[in-house]
């Protein structure tokens, strides 16, 4: 659990809080989740259970297996390096970074989430990474969410992964976060190659906030296997 939230929880002022407390003072057993807590002790033990699991969930019923995840934790302000790339072979953390948040999902902190054209908001969930190309961005990566009502409009929206120059640590003293992009997981230029290429080619991301509202509507919280396997289904050759 962030810090962010440990506070709030602690303050009473998050109704959701009894399970999460609990759930953070738990040994961990899935041994992958453990060592990769060893390499990203930044990282939230729930954000990382959940993307673990999430992903499990996926390979569990027909998605292939990927060389990499991402953990994106949108409860950390954008000031924070928020976002984690793991070697899920080796075990091992190949980069933690800054990422940015739609512009419409909140300032420092990211509170609104979106699966709507037109938003301007981030998504929540499991995606899939896909093929990378040449946009106005340079080098960029399309994805696939695989959470209907969640992230599902992803290509749609064209939220991609992508170098942005507003994703820029300097900003932070005059203006107190990094730069907001239009709904995508935005880098900054320095690692958007690297980055790109970690992950194109079906590497899973997996966007976390701790919000009821969403873990409910979400087919990989609690999985459901006769739905996520309806879901990777109909991606095709590109789950």
Not at 29 to 51: F, I, N, S, W, Y
Not at 116 to 126: E, P
Not at 159 to 170: E, L
Request: glycine fraction near 8%; aromatic fraction near 8%.
């Amino acid at each position: 659990m962030s810090v962010w939230v440990r506070r709030l929880c602690v303050a009473g002022l998050m109704s959701f809080c009894g399970p999460l407390l609990a759930a953070s003072t738990q040994p961990i057993k899935d041994p992958l989740v453990a060592q990769l807590t060893k390499v990203a002790p930044g990282l939230d033990r729930e954000a990382l259970r959940h993307a673990v699991a999430a992903m499990q969930c996926a390979v569990n019923n027909g998605a292939a297996r990927a060389n990499n995840l991402a953990v994106i934790d949108y409860s950390q302000p954008s000031s924070a390096k928020r976002l984690w790339i793991f070697d899920l072979k080796r075990q091992k953390l190949i980069l933690r970074d800054y990422v940015a948040h739609g512009r419409m999902s909140g300032e420092n902190i990211a509170s609104q989430f979106s699966n709507r054209l037109g938003s301007y908001q981030s998504s929540l969930g499991l995606f899939r990474t896909a093929e990378s190309y040449s946009g106005k961005h340079g080098l960029s990566l399309r994805m696939d969410g695989l959470e209907p009502g969640l992230n599902d409009l992803a290509r749609e929206r064209a939220i991609v992964i992508h170098g942005a120059s507003y994703v820029d640590p300097n900003l932070i003293r005059s203006q107190g976060r990094i730069g907001r992009s239009l709904g995508c997981p935005a880098v900054r230029p320095q690692v958007a190659r690297m980055v790109v290429n970690k992950l194109s080619g079906g590497q899973f991301l997996f966007a976390w906030h701790p919000k009821a509202r969403w873990t409910q509507q979400s087919a990989y919280f609690n999985c459901k296997p006769r739905q996520v396997a309806g879901i990777i289904n109909s991606l095709g050759p590109r789950s």
